[in-house]
């Protein structure tokens, strides 16, 4: 199986050259993602057919468009720079107690301790793999679909923030600002009573103060990328994991930087994923991407909340996708 990936990898690195169509090559692209899940998450058959079926409908998921995608830097690269290697971010601690690889525990810190946590988040962006470039052109219903097929769900916004800020607080959201009102003024008033209540004790899942050269986010926006479409906008992101220093105090990386994230911002308590809801309620995307340390688009601190951009219910299937967006999945623990 080894030999088989090595010969794919060979493939990727010269399909473009020999004439293999950037559809083929992405296809094959995935492929080997495929089987790098399989290997790192011990992923079984049917869970498997469940992910190709997903990228299957999509025709645009993967690691970017290898026909103009140009990453900063490689996936040995990254290997490279991190003290002993990708394996050194692995955890018997964090693995026995969310029964995964590549999943931290989430928890307050300053009342709790890691093995009293309910709820678990991925390490990494999607494909949650030390090293390896993240998933985009992903809908936010897609990323539920991924999440589901691998028994996890997405995040709900204030797990993400809590991974971010370091402590993972009580669920706070004013579902009483949401009542009678449309989709979009239930967001922005439940934003605007959350940003106030967190403005002042803002931070970053690196310190407490915004810092250039800290996250994956010195990348360049390809030449040709204007309106965003996936012709002419190349995912020119990081291998996930290449900024150690990168992390968040719970151990979770590029929070910041790299892709941008989708997850769930319930607007009414039986729309909440960490309480066993698959209805799931509007699209919220976190953090920063990889170009934000020369154009910072908007906020990115922890806890902040975005405006409703290109605002859906998360399982519509017009629910937005883009070059620079992604996802990581939580758990719940029994």
Same mark, same amino acid.
């Given at each position: 199986?080894?030999?088989? +990936?090595?010969?794919? /990898?060979?493939?990727?690195?010269?399909?473009?050259?020999?004439?293999?169509?950037?559809?083929? *090559?992405?296809?094959?692209?995935?492929?080997?993602?495929?089987? *790098?899940?399989?290997?790192?998450?011990?992923?079984?058959?049917?869970?498997? %057919?469940?992910?190709?079926?997903?990228?299957a409908q999509s025709?645009?998921?993967? *690691?970017?468009? &290898?026909?103009?995608?140009?990453?900063?830097?490689?996936?040995?690269?990254?290997?490279?720079?991190? &003290?002993?290697?990708?394996?050194?971010?692995l955890s018997a601690?964090?693995?026995? /107690?969310?029964?995964?690889?590549?999943?931290?525990?989430?928890?307050?810190?300053?009342?709790?301790? &890691? =093995?009293?946590?309910?709820?678990?988040?991925?390490?990494?962006?999607?494909?949650?793999?030390?090293?390896?470039?993240?998933?985009?052109?992903?809908?936010?219903?897609?990323?539920?679909?991924?999440?589901?097929?691998?028994?996890?769900? +997405? $995040?709900?916004?204030?797990?993400?923030?809590?991974?971010?800020?370091?402590?993972?607080?009580?669920? %706070?959201?004013?579902?009483?600002?949401?009542?009678?009102?449309?989709? #979009?003024?239930?967001?922005?008033?439940?934003?605007?009573?959350?940003?106030?209540?967190?403005? =002042?004790?803002?931070?970053?899942?690196?310190?407490?103060? !915004? *810092?250039?050269?800290?996250?994956?986010?010195?990348?360049?926006?390809?030449?040709? $990328?204007?309106?965003?479409?996936?012709?002419?906008?190349?995912?020119?992101?990081?291998?996930?994991?290449?900024?150690?220093?990168?992390? #968040?105090?719970?151990?979770?990386?590029?929070?910041?930087?790299?892709?941008?994230?989708?997850?769930?911002?319930?607007?009414? &308590? %039986? =729309?909440?994923?960490?309480?066993?809801?698959?209805?799931?309620?509007?699209?919220?995307?976190?953090?920063?991407?990889?170009?934000? %340390?020369? !154009?910072?688009?908007?906020?990115?601190?922890?806890?902040?909340?975005?405006?409703?951009?290109?605002?859906?219910?998360?399982?519509?299937?017009?629910?937005?996708?883009? !070059?620079?967006?992604?996802?990581?999945?939580?758990?719940?623990?029994?």
């Open positions: 199986m080894i030999r088989i +990936l090595i010969v794919a /990898i060979l493939v990727v690195a010269t399909g473009l050259a020999t004439g293999v169509s950037a559809q083929s *090559q992405l296809q094959l692209n995935n492929e080997i993602l495929f089987e *790098q899940l399989r290997q790192v998450h011990r992923l079984s058959a049917r869970e498997l %057919d469940a992910l190709r079926a997903i990228f025709g645009y998921m993967g *690691q970017g468009n &290898p026909a103009i995608s140009r990453h900063p830097i490689s996936p040995e690269q990254c290997e490279s720079g991190i &003290p002993g290697g990708k394996n050194g971010y601690r964090n693995e026995r /107690i969310c029964g995964e690889r590549y999943m931290v525990p989430l928890y307050d810190p300053r009342t709790q301790r &890691p =093995q009293d946590a309910t709820s678990c988040i991925d390490q990494f962006e999607f494909p949650n793999i030390p090293c390896t470039y993240p998933v985009v052109w992903t809908k936010a219903s897609e990323a539920a679909q991924v999440c589901a097929s691998l028994g996890k769900r +997405l $995040c709900d916004a204030h797990e993400w923030e809590g991974a971010c800020a370091g402590a993972l607080e009580p669920a %706070d959201y004013r579902f009483d600002l949401a009542r009678g009102v449309s989709a #979009s003024a239930a967001v922005s008033r439940m934003r605007s009573a959350h940003n106030a209540q967190y403005e =002042q004790s803002r931070s970053w899942s690196y310190g407490p103060t !915004y *810092q250039r050269g800290i996250c994956a986010a010195a990348s360049q926006k390809s030449a040709t $990328c204007g309106g965003g479409g996936y012709n002419s906008c190349g995912s020119n992101t990081y291998p996930t994991g290449s900024f150690p220093d990168c992390q #968040s105090a719970l151990g979770v990386f590029d929070l910041n930087g790299n892709a941008a994230e989708h997850m769930n911002l319930p607007l009414t &308590p %039986d =729309q909440m994923t960490s309480a066993g809801s698959t209805t799931l309620g509007v699209t919220e995307m976190k953090g920063s991407w990889f170009i934000f %340390d020369t !154009y910072r688009a908007h906020p990115d601190w922890c806890r902040w909340r975005a405006p409703f951009w290109h605002g859906t219910r998360v399982l519509s299937t017009s629910s937005h996708e883009n !070059y620079h967006l992604g996802f990581r999945c939580c758990s719940t623990l029994d």
